[in-house]
């Protein structure tokens, strides 16, 4: 599993590793990782021309001695100084000592080092900072950032102004949840965790979490000796309309493949569900669980078919045209687990919001819908995070733009359907489907179509269970 913590969680277990070094140690140990991944980057050091983004706190720092161990090996290194009066004196020197200089950014180098800000950033970039990041994305030098892009706020993943675009970010003891959301992790590039000996053990809990293969294998269901369909649990799939027929049939496909027992299909396409999935119950009935909301349409046996599931007070994911029919259902009344699938969109308008204002704060955004209707929330996008109103956000590291596929969702909602009605918790639930299903989005032929992502749901369970069980 990989784990992020917050900044006030890194700056403590950082206090205290420092107070058991010698000074400076520590800041050695981060310009130490740093130059070597500068040197992979590089490849051939010698002769190389190297830009160091220099700001006033401890990301200078560390650039300014990486610099000084690149310059050693026969690298050209120049210092651009945001702020020369508070520049790293310690750091500054040894860059000297060893050859390195103090000047403008160069006209043409083979790599730039970000250190203008680090963890401790807030707001958007000063108006020197942000024109010396633009000159940099216009030189098209290939860009290191130091523990994070600066102008990407490290909590959040937010980013207010103009910031670094990282080809690779080396962070520093832990992962920061800005590098793992957007919009932060498309500017981070590549990540590279170096070890320089914290213990976040006694800093708290993580504040991100996302799953490898051995955290979802370990969740997964799995039928044992004595189980038939109904004790693995039956999922109900209310989807679909006459407008709509096909999201039905994809929700039925990601529920089938869900881990459930069984798939009981409300709805009137009925016909074109048993056509492709024949071993489908049709009608009502005692279900495990409820996945609605799918091209449900907005009509009379619309609501009456949410309304039904609503009722059941059995675990209820909502997605799609339900999210709309969801708050005349008033879900603070409603004591079983309720989950929630929106993408930007559709947070925006549960929201009163803009879209836009979604997707430049994912984890707020999620996290003011999962308080407001007191729900599990799984936010589709670019980064898809999972979120309860506390509590570590669950981060999927599977998730591909091939998604982007009309009737993706429907798969998805099925599929993490079946999942609750199997036994998972909300929040398992939702973090286990999304990885199931962008991994399956990646097995599938390319372009996948949304069926083809549904048809590679069992290879993708294969891969997780022989992997990672």
């Not at 709509?244 to 396409?269: D, E, F």
């Not at 879900?331 to 430049?360: F, I, K, Q, Y």
Request: a neutral charge; one cysteine or more; hydrophobic letters at 45%.
């Amino acid at each position: 599993m990989r784990t992020a913590y917050s900044v006030e969680s890194v700056r403590r277990a950082e206090q205290a590793l420092m107070a058991r070094l010698p000074e400076g140690a520590l800041m050695q140990r981060a310009a130490a990782g740093l130059a070597a991944v500068c040197g992979e980057m590089l490849g051939r050091v010698y002769g190389a021309r190297v830009a160091l983004l220099v700001g006033s706190g401890d990301n200078g720092g560390d650039a300014l001695y990486a610099g000084a161990r690149l310059a050693r090996r026969g690298a050209g290194v120049t210092a651009v100084l945001l702020s020369p009066e508070r520049a790293h004196p310690g750091g500054l020197a040894a860059l000297r000592a060893a050859g390195g200089r103090v000047g403008g950014l160069p006209a043409r180098a083979d790599l730039v080092v970000d250190g203008i800000i680090g963890i401790g950033g807030t707001g958007a970039l000063r108006p020197a900072a942000a024109e010396l990041v633009r000159a940099v994305e216009e030189s098209g030098a290939p860009v290191v950032a130091v523990d994070l892009p600066s102008g990407v706020d490290a909590d959040t993943g937010e980013v207010p102004g103009p910031a670094v675009t990282a080809d690779v970010t080396v962070t520093f003891g832990a992962h920061k949840p800005g590098l793992l959301i957007d919009p932060g992790r498309s500017r981070a590039g590549v990540l590279r965790l170096m070890d320089i000996g914290l213990d976040l053990g006694p800093a708290g809990t993580p504040a991100a979490l996302a799953y490898q293969h051995a955290d979802v294998a370990a969740l997964l269901p799995r039928p044992g000796a004595v189980s038939d369909k109904y004790r693995r649990g039956v999922v109900g799939i209310a989807a679909g309309s006459h407008r709509y027929p096909g999201a039905a049939v994809l929700v039925v496909a990601g529920a089938l493949r869900g881990g459930a027992g069984a798939v009981r299909y409300l709805g009137p396409n009925g016909d074109a569900v048993i056509g492709r999935f024949p071993e489908t119950l049709l009608g009502a009935g005692r279900v495990q669980a409820w996945a609605v909301g799918p091209g449900l349409d907005d009509d009379a046996g619309a609501r009456e078919r949410m309304a039904r599931a609503f009722e059941a007070e059995v675990p209820m994911l909502v997605d799609a045209d339900g999210l709309r029919l969801l708050a005349e259902l008033r879900p603070g009344g409603r004591t079983a687990p309720l989950l929630l699938t929106p993408h930007a969109g559709e947070a925006a308008a549960l929201l009163g919001t803009e879209r836009g204002v979604v997707e430049g704060a994912r984890l707020a955004s999620a996290r003011e819908l999962a308080r407001r209707y007191g729900a599990t929330v799984l936010l589709k996008g670019s980064t898809t995070v999972v979120v309860d109103a506390e509590g570590p956000a669950l981060v999927n590291p599977t998730g591909t733009g091939w998604l982007a596929t009309a009737g993706s969702g429907d798969v998805l909602s099925g599929l993490a359907g079946s999942l609750l009605a199997a036994g998972l918790p909300s929040r398992e639930a939702a973090a286990c489907g999304a990885y199931l299903h962008g991994l399956a989005a990646r097995l599938a032929p390319v372009p996948p179509s949304a069926s083809e992502v549904a048809a590679a749901l069992p290879e993708a369970w294969h891969e997780v269970l022989r992997t990672g069980g």
